[in-house]
């Protein structure tokens, strides 16, 4: 069974996260994931802690298996959310969007394993000398906010640069993007794209079938003018918001146009003025499937693939 030293690390079976996900990333998909081996990740989103409350607490009733929490550290309702993660006792996080360091010496007081995203070497060392124990490093493949870093360019420098366990994110969707990432130095990986296709996930069926119907050049990025580049399938938002961008409307204006569309993308399901987040990876996701089965099905493909390239012999 492929096993690795995140494995151990975390108290689980499977080298596989499901990223945080906001909006989707609930208790319903987290559990079915922690219970299928692998680990669930609850996206806090900017919900307030209440939600989040309820969520860890749902979540804590179908898994007793080690389960995360991401926390973008620009929402509003940061210090909250983080005081109600230290309350509920939450063993794992993963923190995006700005800084962890403020907040590290409290989750070490609480014992939990931090590990922040990243998507550069120099956050990568900067991370690893504040005390981190492992991290997502995320290329601009990815759904969501993005870097500029391709997974592939980016793994191997960032296991180069650090000694803590590396998790690879950004296009990767099957067994073969996972035994690519254990060859560039990775100890697992993180999916966002294909976990949204699974049965559990809460999306709404309409943004489940856009992605089944992407090719390999569905997704775009918007948000450059921003500096908070964004990665979704293309569609009338997506154009609109690139037209605004181009007409050199201010910073706030374009917060407020995008206000609410991830919401009525992924739950609601408006298919044309909601934000569908997606990467790259989509035009490869052709079913929707149990988590179990997708973790699974990675796992055996890997270790096909593993297996059989040490009789590689070039053919
Ligand atoms: C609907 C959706 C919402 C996401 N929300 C977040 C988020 O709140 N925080 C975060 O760190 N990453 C977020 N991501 C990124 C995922 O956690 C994951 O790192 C990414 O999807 C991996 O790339 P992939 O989609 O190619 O598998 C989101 C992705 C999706 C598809």
Known sequence: ??????????????????????????????????????????????????????????????????????????SPH????????????????????????????SFKQAGMKIIPVISTVSAAKHMEEAGVDALVAEGMESAGHIGEITTMALIPQVVDAVKIPVIAAGGIADGRGLAAALAL???????????????????????KQKILEADDHATTVTGQTTGLPLRALKNSLTEQYAALEQAGITKEELNLFGEGRMYLGLIEGDTEEGSLLAGQIAGMINDIKPVKNIIDEVIAQAEKIIDSLRDYKGR
């Open 1 to 74: 069974m492929l096993r690795t030293v995140i494995c151990d690390l975390l108290g689980i079976q499977h080298p596989v996260f499901q990223g945080g996900m906001a909006h989707v990333g609930t208790a319903e998909l987290v559990s079915a994931v922690s219970n299928a081996g692998g680990l669930g990740i609850i996206g806090c989103g900017y919900y307030e802690a209440d939600w989040v409350r309820n969520q860890i607490g749902l979540t804590k009733q179908k898994t007793a298996k080690p389960f995360g929490i991401n926390v973008p550290l620009t």
């Open 185 to 207: 130095g990775a100890r697992g990986i993180q999916m966002g794209t294909r976990f949204v296709c699974s049965t559990e996930c809460i999306a709404h069926q309409r943004y």
């Open 78 to 105: 940061t210090k909250e959310v983080i005081d109600v993660i230290l309350r509920e006792g939450v063993a794992i996080i993963t923190t995006g969007a700005a800084d962890p360091r403020p907040y590290i010496p």
